[in-house]
């Protein structure tokens, strides 16, 4: 961590793997071409809590949190476009530019990027150092509750444009976290139908109705694959994405997508999946795609990427992700919070960490 030595912050540390510890370190230092972000929100990601609680993250001790947005504190010599009090979402990734992929705008694809929450640090804090260039100006209109999702949005989006997703297409959502629940709204924007959506979370299932979707299904309560023929006059789905990143998900999007159908891989995996012999036949028969998903696309200079669109339909209100928040957890609660998370002694879906205002 960079920092000046006279000024502190209040900060969420991961020492190491279950050792979260709530305390004061430098204000980092602001840096030339970068800025200095104060965090208005901090979303947790599903990939937080296993970062904290059992896999670890690259080094110790790191400050994660990587779904952020707040307001410049601070600009580093050379930094024009933004000034003090502009309100910023934070592309977390940072690129070299000395990769195949960078020269084609493909970041996420790239080797040997760093990342803020991860690798550096990140948001479960009051402030984070960025690069000029990883910085995107919120709309007047939009929260910044609302622009610390635009990461997840970003990925959400990221998927269904993987998959193609057409007028008309019918298809499956398995997982309705927060992802899975951006997904939906991005389904239904971009005129597929039917969308079907699958949780064993009734709470889930009704957040999902309120938004507008009148197929939701907790997948307890029958054979997933009759619903879905049911639903498509016995065709299957155009496109099956997996948002829960389980077994029964994964082996439940690849029998239920139709011939030349589309099978998108977004959740992260918990677990192995073993494929049964008659199931991995029935997808070589039916020439199923199968499409991973990491992160989103992002662009320095062009106005058309996965990150702007989002930032773009927040304001327009084609995207509604207020209703998806069930925790604005202070930054002091902070490490309650994700054990809760860790635990699931709660129910919850987007959990928003704060620094206190000042």
Request: charged share 20%.
């Amino acid at each position: 961590m960079s920092s000046t030595e006279d000024k502190k912050m209040e900060a969420i540390v991961l020492h190491a793997v279950g050792d979260l510890r709530y305390e004061q370190v430098s204000v980092p230092e602001v840096e030339p071409g970068k800025v200095r972000v104060r965090i208005g929100f901090c979303g947790v990601c599903g990939s937080d809590i296993p970062r904290c609680f059992s896999k670890g993250t690259y080094s110790f001790p790191t400050i994660c949190g990587h779904e952020f947005a707040g307001t410049v504190e601070a600009c580093g010599d050379g930094v024009q476009d933004f000034q003090p009090g502009d309100r910023v979402a934070v592309f977390p990734l940072l690129w070299k530019d000395d990769h195949a992929a960078c020269e084609q705008g493909k970041y996420a694809q790239s080797d040997g990027y760093d990342y803020l929450g991860s690798r550096s640090d990140g948001g479960f804090t009051e402030y984070v150092i960025a690069p000029e260039r990883n910085l995107i100006r919120v709309p007047d209109n939009v929260s910044l509750e609302e622009a610390a999702m635009t990461e997840p949005a970003a990925v959400a989006l990221h998927a269904v444009r993987r998959a193609n997703v057409r007028l008309g297409d019918s298809v499956a959502v398995f997982g309705l976290g927060p992802i899975g629940l951006m997904v939906a709204q991005w389904l239904k924007a971009s005129g597929a139908g039917p969308i079907l959506l699958f949780d064993i979370q009734p709470e889930k299932l009704e957040i999902a109705r309120n938004l507008g979707f009148e197929h939701t299904f907790d997948s307890r309560d029958g054979n997933v694959n009759d619903i879905v023929k049911q639903h498509t006059d016995g065709h299957g789905v155009h496109v099956a994405i997996e948002a829960a990143g389980v077994p029964p998900t994964m082996l439940a999007a690849i029998e239920v997508v139709r011939r030349s159908g589309r099978v998108v891989l977004l959740g992260n995996p918990a677990a192995d999946v073993t494929l049964p012999a008659p199931l991995i036949s029935q997808a070589m028969r039916r020439e199923i795609d199968m499409l991973g998903v990491w992160n989103s696309d992002f662009s320095v200079y062009s106005d058309d990427d996965d990150w702007r669109t989002v930032l773009a339909a927040m304001s327009s209100g084609i995207l509604n992700l207020k209703p998806l928040i069930t925790h604005r957890v202070p930054l002091v609660e902070g490490i309650a919070a994700l054990e809760m998370m860790h635990q699931q002694s709660e129910f919850f879906t987007k959990v928003l960490i704060h620094p206190e205002a000042k």
